[in-house]
């Protein structure tokens, strides 16, 4: 089945720890995306790649790093640096290649909880 | 996740009614519309989308409406089932994509 997965579904960390979330897909997709999801707010954007070895900060990478070694593989660290780490964490990706989408297709999520 | 909707207006409808959740989008240079469904503990869902040189798109048992003078957006969903009961938001894109908190579904047998 083509998707895209991110791993784990729940993911604890203590604080000052650096943390790294998955995401993988066999779409065959250019662009993938991190957003990340506040209760009672919308999707706000961390980082996104539009090609293998690009990526661009979104509109809230303080805190965050990417990596895009491969076109299948997006992970996220989510750094100590980053002040209010805990957060739902989806990622994203779309064929278009463009930060403008025509459509996203979302994994399932991390649920990322720093204590 | 399963957190997000907790913070959210409730729309509450009985199985089998028709519903409406609206959205106010801020971008009035936005030229493209999407609602998406999200279920608890999962990630968002395309339902319909619309360019803004339409009013209406229907697809299955969903229509989406825009009225692009008051910058309004609704997502009109056709005999509510249970199966319905989800986070639903929307997004507006001009040159990127802007995401809106949503509405909590919620259907009642």
């Known amino acids: 089945d083509g998707g895209i997965t991110q791993s784990p579904k729940y993911l604890f960390r203590k604080e000052g720890q650096n943390v790294t979330l998955s995401c993988e897909q066999n779409?065959?997709?250019?662009?993938m995306y991190w957003y990340r999801q506040d209760p009672g707010q919308g999707l706000r954007l961390i980082y996104y790649s539009q090609i293998v070895n690009d990526f661009q900060k979104g509109d809230i990478a303080e805190g965050y790093s990417v990596s895009r070694e491969k076109k299948e593989s997006f992970p996220l660290t989510v750094t100590s640096a980053q002040k209010n780490p805990t957060a739902f964490y989806l990622c994203?990706?779309?064929?278009?290649?463009?930060?403008?989408?025509?459509?996203?297709?979302f994994g399932p999520g991390t649920r990322l909880t720093v204590t | 996740g399963e957190s997000v909707g907790l913070h959210l207006p409730t729309l509450s409808v009985q199985e089998g009614d028709n519903s409406i959740i609206n959205c106010a989008y801020s971008n009035s240079a936005s030229d493209y519309f999407i609602w998406y469904k999200q279920e608890s503990g999962k990630g968002p869902q395309f339902i319909i989308d619309?360019?803004?040189?339409?009013d209406k798109r229907q697809g299955q048992r969903v229509t989406v409406l825009l009225n692009k003078t008051v910058k309004h957006l609704s997502l009109q969903i056709a005999a509510t089932q249970p199966g319905d009961s989800a986070v639903y938001f929307c997004?507006?894109?001009?040159?990127?994509?802007?995401f809106g908190a949503g509405t909590r579904l919620a259907v009642h047998p």
């Open positions: 779409l065959n997709h250019d662009a």
């Open positions: 619309i360019r803004s040189n339409m």
């Open positions: 997004a507006e894109s001009y040159d990127k994509l802007i």
């Open positions: 994203a990706s779309n064929p278009a290649g463009q930060e403008r989408a025509d459509e996203q297709y």
